[in-house]
């Protein structure tokens, strides 16, 4: 049932969500396969709302967004384009808590780039980085932070202008990852300022895969040579002549060849739904369920991941489930029932959004103590 979807961690739906993506790409594939020139006319523009939107949602300068396939590739292209010797001989920061697949892109790309990389690690029993601890590792050594916004595992947010802050003091470029905010909480790449961004147009977004995003800062983009270039990486696409390159003077200069425009177009609606909601009461309908995840979990004596303060977590709420209910049988169990959730070992992840019901809370707790009680 609708009602018990708790998957906004990972996809994120919305009401009509399958008719608009079918619409979207019958719309693409009538154009796309007529035997005329109106193609790019069409799509361009089309992807070019796409970047106004998260633009508007990220609060970016014109000419400060761009498309990726995802955060791990906009996050290569930026580390690849910064200035010759950046980072070399220095480190890059980041938290044990990142998502995976950017610590899996820093320990291939230190050798070559020539840093070192620092990870913050979990305190013995934590579940997610202290803001203290990755203030206490960030030295003068860090040529480069990537901040987590919030943790896929616990949920856990944090202190943005804090850690912003100790940046600035340290002389480090400061990035972060919106993922798993994007869409829910409101973020300002001004407020406070930082170097560059990454997220998905998944999640809270509602979007589809393949529809990343990438912000610069104005001020850096001049600074970085994409070390993928091409057609689209220049301010006029059309220049043919092969002994006139010049990379764009904004964001652009990272588009290199021809773009990947239909999972933009695909994610499009979803964005013109999401642009046209009330978000404060979409945060105030996840706030009222997320409330009633964390009675659910003190009655059923489940340990609790996330934190508790509004202000230091996202919109999900991370569960241990006991080893003598094993993941994998719980999620059969519940998405047997209608509910669906999922996990990361025997952490059982549960984001509420804007389908989510409370009728739908109800079901989840009544089967996930039917099964622990056995």
């Known amino acids: ?73 906009g996050f290569h292209a ?4 910064l200035p010759e010797g950046h980072l070399r001989g220095r480190s890059v920061l980041v938290g044990a808590d990142c998502f995976p697949s950017n610590h899996f892109l820093l320990q291939s790309l230190a050798p070559r780039l020539g840093f070192t990389l620092k990870t913050v690690p979990f305190r013995q029993g934590a579940a997610h980085v202290e803001d203290e601890d990755f203030i206490d590792a960030w030295t003068p050594d860090v040529g480069l932070a990537l901040l987590t916004w919030v943790s896929s595992t616990t949920s856990a947010r944090i202190d943005l202008e804090v850690l912003v802050a100790r940046g600035r ?4 470029l400061v990035g972060v990852d919106i993922t798993q905010g994007a869409g829910l909480l409101p973020f300002d ?23 990343g995003v990438l912000y610069l800062a104005p001020r850096l983009i001049g600074q970085c040579r994409p070390e993928v270039a091409g057609w689209f990486s220049q301010d006029n696409p059309f220049n043919w002549d092969i002994t006139r390159f010049e990379f764009a003077p904004d964001i652009r200069r990272f588009d290199n060849g021809t773009p990947g425009c239909v999972a933009a177009l695909a994610s499009l609606p979803a964005l013109d739904w999401h642009a046209g909601q009330d978000h404060a009461g979409i945060l105030a309908h996840n706030r009222r369920l997320t409330a009633g995840l964390f009675d659910m979990a003190d009655g059923l004596g489940l340990p609790v991941l996330t934190p508790r303060p509004e202000g230091r977590r996202g919109g999900s709420v991370m569960l241990r489930l006991p080893d003598s209910a094993p993941a994998p049988q719980v999620l059969a169990a519940l998405r047997e029932a209608g509910v669906t ?27 996930l103590g039917r099964l622990l009680r056995g």
């Open 169 to 172: 003091r340290m002389g480090s």
């Open 189 to 211: 790449v001004a407020a406070p300022e930082v170097d560059f961004a990454l997220s998905t147009s998944l999640k809270w977004m509602c979007g589809t895969p393949g529809a």
């Open 78 to 81: 930026l580390l690849a384009a």
């Open 1 to 73: 049932m609708d009602g018990a979807y708790f998957l906004y961690h990972s996809i994120g739906m919305y009401p009509g969500k399958g008719a608009d993506l079918a619409a979207a790409l019958s719309d693409f594939a009538a154009v796309w396969g007529r035997a005329d020139d109106a193609q790019w006319g069409w799509v361009l523009p089309r992807r070019q709302r796409f970047i106004d939107r998260w633009r508007a949602i990220l609060n970016a300068a014109p000419g400060s967004v761009t498309t990726c396939e995802n955060v791990t590739s």
């Open 341 to 367: 959730a999922d996990a990361r070992g025997q952490t059982l992840r549960l984001s509420p959004g804007i389908l989510t019901t409370v009728e739908g809370l109800d079901l989840l707790a009544h089967h």
